[in-house]
């Protein structure tokens, strides 16, 4: 069975940084796309930030270009989150998953930007 954990989620500033892990266990992640995904309370849960099985290849929604960075390491069947410059609109909750979101949730990592 796989499983997702995301860690790394706090408080923090806005114009803050924090770094988000996603582990995967189960399952390689080294042929899945994978994505990051946010929802915000009352609100949808959308992708934010995306990356080809292979690392190739990188998008992100509009409202994080050129501040958030998604990376992995397949060999540690991770997938990362570089959050820069964080605004008060970045408060969610973080998700990772296949890009076909076929994978069981795993609990997310809370993000909290304060003004």
């Known amino acids: 069975q796989v499983q997702l954990v995301e860690s790394g989620g706090g408080l923090v500033q806005a114009g803050g940084s924090l770094r988000l892990s996603c582990a995967v266990s189960?399952?390689?992640?080294?042929?899945?796309?994978m994505v990051w995904f946010r929802q915000a309370p009352g609100k949808e849960r959308n992708s934010v930030a995306g990356?080809?099985?292979?690392?190739?290849?990188?998008y992100y929604a509009d409202s994080v270009k050129g501040r958030f960075t998604i990376s992995r390491d397949n060999a540690k069947n991770t997938v990362y989150l570089q959050m820069n410059s964080l605004k008060p609109e970045d408060t969610a909750v973080y998700y990772c998953?296949?890009?076909?979101?076929?994978?069981?949730w795993g609990q997310g990592t809370q993000v909290t930007v304060s003004s």
């Open positions: 998953n296949r890009r076909d979101r076929l994978w069981s």
């Open positions: 189960g399952r390689t992640i080294s042929v899945y796309d």
């Open positions: 990356i080809t099985s292979t690392g190739s290849s990188t």
